[in-house]
């Protein structure tokens, strides 16, 4: 079974701190990707990537960065925290890309991350 | 942007009913579209995934349909339990050259009431 694990299930930051998402997969999957999930406004993708130092924006990527060192560690990076950075992540990673028969997601458990 | 719209936002059926869910998208040139679960604050879990090219698939009580034309797709639970109880999301990959992006809706909370 892929397994994607998150490095927290909650974490609490206060404003202004830099706070580091780490997640990692075990099926040496190419495609690797971080959402943010609110309330009402459902899963938006922040950032992915399709190969190791790779990364492409998505839809969300301001006050975001991210780091594809090695191929199944993929980490969010939130420079400078701010209360509307409260939310659910959820990092999710896939074996290839479009040019596939088109792959799921795998997605892991999401860390609840509140800034104050 | 392509949008995605589930819709009801919520549903309760009693135990045993069988239920459908609905999904539109507003892109026909879509790649596949997937049909995802997601227990209360937990990730999401991979249900089906029907190509461009397929009308349907089935895993046991579920069975997915996609109709490009008219830019739906449902999700059958047969016999629903008590155990179906999550939120359903839908989510489609466009066939722009590429692409790695899903786009999902943003779901419908299902609750199977014993």
């Known amino acids: 079974d892929v397994k994607v694990t998150q490095s927290s299930r909650y974490l609490v930051k206060r404003t202004g701190e830099k706070v580091f998402l780490e997640c990692v997969q075990d099926?040496?999957?190419?495609?690797m990707f971080w959402y943010r999930q609110d309330p009402g406004l459902g899963l938006r993708l922040i950032y992915f990537?399709?190969?190791?130092?790779?990364?492409e924006k998505g839809d969300i990527p301001e006050g975001y960065s991210v780091s594809r060192e090695k191929k199944e560690r993929f980490s969010l990076i939130l420079e400078s925290a701010s209360t509307n950075q409260t939310s659910m992540y959820l990092c999710?990673?896939?074996?290839?890309?479009?040019?596939?028969?088109?792959?799921?997601?795998?997605f892991g458990p999401g860390t609840r991350l509140l800034v104050l | 942007k392509q949008e995605v719209t589930q819709i009801p936002a919520a549903l309760s059926v009693p135990e045993g009913e069988n239920l459908v869910l609905n999904c539109s998208f507003t892109?026909?040139?879509?790649?596949?579209l997937q049909w995802f679960r997601q227990d209360p604050g937990k990730g999401l879990t991979s249900l089906l995934l029907?190509?461009?090219?397929?009308r349907e698939q089935t895993s046991g009580r579920l069975n997915a349909s996609l109709d490009k034309s008219s830019g739906r797709s449902t999700l059958y639970i047969a016999a629903s339990q008590p155990g179906d109880s999550a939120t359903y999301l839908c989510?489609?990959?466009?066939?722009?050259?590429?692409?790695?992006?899903?786009?999902f809706g943003k779901g419908t909370k299902l609750s199977v009431i014993p």
């Open positions: 999710a990673s896939s074996l290839s890309g479009g040019g596939a028969l088109g792959e799921t997601q795998y």
């Open positions: 099926m040496d999957h190419e495609n």
């Open positions: 990537s399709y190969d190791v130092k790779m990364k």
């Open positions: 892109d026909s040139a879509i790649y596949n």
């Open positions: 029907i190509q461009s090219s397929q």
């Open positions: 989510a489609y990959q466009d066939s722009g050259a590429g692409s790695y992006q899903l786009t």
